[in-house]
């Protein structure tokens, strides 16, 4: 079997770092290996560093139309949009993922309810992962909320999504210190090569095939009436 061709994939990587540029982020850090194993393979690689931008807090697609002055989200979107990967990187706070990606999410939330050309919640077809980085616990927390809230919209989910690097709990060095040896650690270094493949597999699957088949999840149909094999079980 030969080595995939990746290169007709985009990715982008949102970094939900709670430090505007060009302060030192350590989800960065992490971000930028997964990042190197994209751009080696080929693929068109994106970055947002989200707190840069003046993003409204909200639930609706703009929401200057509601109200507020400034809401760069729909610009932001078409990159979103334009890729068929997303990865989603947080710092830990509190054992929770940051505010900012909470937002983030919550955006997506917003955009979940269009559709594409065959009538499916626009995020089918796209593939979801996150990177989380900190120097206390709660790795597989955020990544199970985020994980679970990428799916929800209609993002595919492969097997190992998540990456990550704490470190001990408590004060103490973070990803990109020196001190934390966190570039020689062998089971980050080999979760985030796992994820960045497993993102690659499954967005060049997707693509391969067409995307998934529009039978029995619709929303364009279902709304014309169209019910494939549904039906309300009888109660006697």
């Known amino acids: 079997m030969g080595t995939p061709d990746f290169s007709n994939l985009k990715a982008l990587y ?27 393979e080929g693929v068109t690689v994106d970055d ?8 409204a807090f909200g639930v609706y697609p703009d929401m200057t139309k509601q109200g507020v002055d400034i809401d760069e989200w729909p610009e932001l979107f078409k990159r979103i949009e334009a890729a068929d990967i997303l990865i989603i990187g947080t710092p830990i706070w509190l054992g929770e993922k940051s505010s900012v990606a909470q937002k ?46 990428l799916q929800h919209v209609g993002y595919s989910i492969p097997p190992q999504a998540d990456c990550g690097w704490i470190g001990e709990v408590g004060p103490g060095p973070s990803y990109l210190d020196e001190e934390s040896n ?14 960045t493949y497993n993102l690659l597999h499954l967005a060049n699957m997707i693509k391969q095939h067409g995307g998934y088949s529009a039978y029995g999840n619709s929303r364009e149909e279902w709304d014309d009436g169209t019910r494939w094999n549904f039906e309300n079980p009888e109660y006697r």
Do not use: W
């Open 14 to 40: 949102v970094n939900c770092t709670l430090k505007q540029s060009p302060r030192k982020s350590h989800t960065q850090g992490l971000i930028d290996v997964s990042k190197a194993i994209m751009k080696k």
């Open 48 to 55: 947002i560093r989200f707190i840069d931008h003046n993003v």
């Open 104 to 149: 983030l999410i919550e955006r997506l939330y917003a955009m979940s309810g269009k559709t594409n050309d065959k009538g499916q919640y626009l995020f089918y077809n796209k593939v979801g992962g996150c990177i989380i980085t900190g120097n206390e616990d709660g790795v597989k927390h955020c990544a199970m909320g985020i994980l679970y809230a």
């Open 182 to 195: 966190a570039k020689d650690n062998e089971f980050t270094n080999r979760n985030t090569t796992f994820m």
